[in-house]
Each structure stands twice: as structure tokens, then as C-alpha cells.
């Protein structure tokens, strides 16, 4: 509320950097379950560029249709944006773009694994996002404390969901704890959003989702951000 008390509307931007609409409906999903009655969420894709981002080659391609969609958002009023992704694609780029806070999904899921956990696994989808995840591992000085095991699950089935997807996300998750030593997880891929619950339930530990996560900081940055 302002100083008047009349409830301020909190404007948020999430990103999608794939074109895969079924990722951004679940996030659009999930988010609804945890943002307050009064933030306005705006969930976007890029209309072209790849279904998912698994290599190298399909981060180059996502980031040119990313920038774009990027550039028809600014000036719109958001108040707060965040990348819905598990890497930093570009995220330099589009702090500066639109001058707004942004939250990439990866910060904000390891300052939160930081706090429920001595020893944390992030599980995320393919094995070739295992080499950027350790980089960013380093990069937030998370080395020590964190390890990362991919499901062999792409993206788009994890978003899809089913039973294979599902059954090896599990066995991932219960060689992080046997082998790796976790006490808690990061579920390390947009498309394994809204699975949290149901994991932290099944395996009795906290189990961080790294875009809601992102999320939940973002109104709290919007809330500042309209009061300065």
C-alpha cells in the first residue's frame, strides 16, 4: 500500500528465453500459486529461436530473438523482471536494456539453497548444461557447498511431464543424497518448475525451485522499486 493506503500493484516481467510456450504456462502455473493478490505477472517467450536451450549452439541462437523481445518491454512499466532460466543468458545485457531489477533464476535459487542447507545438489535436466552450471557454480562462489547432476530428461519432456521424465528425476535426485551428500535440491531447469512440493514431500528435504525463487525476490525488489 502507499502512504495513502491504497494497494500498490507490483508489475513483473518474467522471461522465458526458449520459444517453448508449454515452459512459460508452467511458470505462469506455478507463480500464481506463490505471488501476492496484488503483483501482476507478465510471462513471455520469445516467438523465435529454439524449443530449448541444451548447448551452445542454442544459447547463441535464443539470444538475438531474447534482446528483441527484451526491447519491446522497455518503457512498459514493469517494475521488476526476471529470467526464467537456469543460466544467465545475457542477463548483463538485459539489466542494462531495461534499467528495472532483474533476477536471474540461478542467483536467486543459490542464495536460497544457502539458507536451508550445509551441502545442496542442483538437479537439472540435460547432461551438456552440466559444464555452464559448474561455471556458475564458481562464479557465486558455490563450489564448495554445491554439486550438479543432470536427469538425462530435455527440456521440453520435462515441461511436458509423464512417467519416464518423472522416474528419472527421482533416481537423480536420490543419487544426489546417497552419493553426493545433499540436504537439499535445486530443481535446475525452468521446464521442472512446479515440482517442488511434491519432491519435498516425496524425499522429506528441502527442494528449491530456482524460477520461483527468482520470482518470490522479484516482488519483494518491485515493492522497493515503487517506493523510490
Do not use: W
Given at each position: 500500500m502507499?502512504?495513502?493506503?491504497?494497494?500498490?500493484?507490483?508489475?513483473?516481467l518474467?522471461?522465458?528465453?526458449?520459444n517453448?510456450?508449454?515452459?512459460?504456462?508452467?511458470?505462469?502455473?506455478?507463480?500464481a500459486?506463490?505471488?501476492?493478490?496484488?503483483?501482476?505477472?507478465?510471462v513471455?517467450?520469445p516467438?523465435?529461436?529454439?524449443?530449448?536451450i541444451?548447448?551452445?549452439?542454442?544459447?547463441?541462437?535464443?539470444?538475438p530473438?531474447?534482446?528483441?523481445?527484451?526491447?519491446s518491454?522497455?518503457?512498459?512499466?514493469?517494475?521488476?523482471c526476471?529470467?526464467?532460466?537456469?543460466?544467465?543468458?545475457?542477463?548483463?545485457?538485459?539489466?542494462?536494456?531495461?534499467?528495472?531489477?532483474?533476477?536471474?533464476?540461478?542467483?536467486?535459487?543459490?542464495a536460497a539453497?544457502?539458507?536451508?542447507?550445509?551441502?545442496?545438489?542442483?538437479?537439472?535436466?540435460?547432461?551438456?548444461?552440466?559444464?555452464?552450471?559448474?561455471?556458475?557454480?564458481h562464479t557465486?562462489?558455490?563450489?564448495?557447498?554445491?554439486?550438479?547432476?543432470?536427469?538425462?530428461?530435455g527440456?521440453a519432456?520435462a515441461?511436458?511431464?509423464?512417467?519416464?521424465?518423472s522416474?528419472k528425476?527421482?533416481?537423480?535426485?536420490?543419487?544426489?543424497?546417497?552419493?553426493?551428500?545433499?540436504?537439499?535440491?535445486?530443481?535446475?531447469?525452468?521446464?521442472?518448475?512446479?515440482?517442488?512440493?511434491?519432491?519435498?514431500?516425496?524425499?522429506?528435504?528441502?527442494?528449491?525451485?530456482?524460477?520461483l525463487?527468482?520470482?518470490?525476490?522479484?516482488?519483494?525488489l518491485?515493492?522497493?522499486?515503487?517506493q523510490?
Open positions: 502507499n502512504m495513502d493506503g491504497v494497494p500498490m500493484t507490483r508489475r513483473i518474467v522471461i522465458n528465453p526458449n517453448n510456450a508449454a515452459v512459460s504456462e508452467g511458470i505462469r502455473r506455478a507463480a500459486q506463490v505471488i501476492c493478490a496484488d503483483t501482476e505477472l507478465t513471455a517467450n516467438l523465435h529461436g529454439p524449443l530449448s541444451e548447448s551452445l549452439e542454442d544459447r547463441a541462437q535464443a539470444i530473438p531474447l534482446l528483441a523481445m527484451v526491447d518491454y522497455i518503457g512498459q512499466g514493469f517494475d521488476a526476471v529470467l526464467g532460466c537456469y543460466d544467465d543468458i545475457a542477463l548483463d545485457e538485459i539489466r542494462r536494456r531495461l534499467k528495472i531489477p532483474v533476477v536471474g533464476a540461478f542467483e536467486a535459487s543459490i539453497a544457502r539458507t536451508v542447507s550445509a551441502r545442496f545438489c542442483v538437479v537439472t535436466t540435460v547432461h551438456s548444461a552440466l559444464p555452464t552450471i559448474t561455471a556458475l557454480l557465486y562462489g558455490a563450489q564448495h557447498i554445491a554439486s550438479v547432476l543432470a536427469a538425462g530428461i527440456v519432456d515441461a511436458a511431464g509423464g512417467e519416464a521424465a522416474h528425476l527421482n533416481q537423480t535426485i536420490q543419487a544426489a543424497i546417497a552419493q553426493q551428500g545433499a540436504d537439499a535440491i535445486v530443481l535446475g531447469s525452468g521446464g521442472l518448475i512446479g515440482r517442488a512440493p511434491a519432491l519435498a514431500k516425496a524425499f522429506n528435504l528441502p527442494v528449491i525451485d530456482a524460477v525463487c527468482a520470482i518470490t525476490q522479484a516482488e519483494g518491485a515493492k522497493l522499486h515503487k523510490t
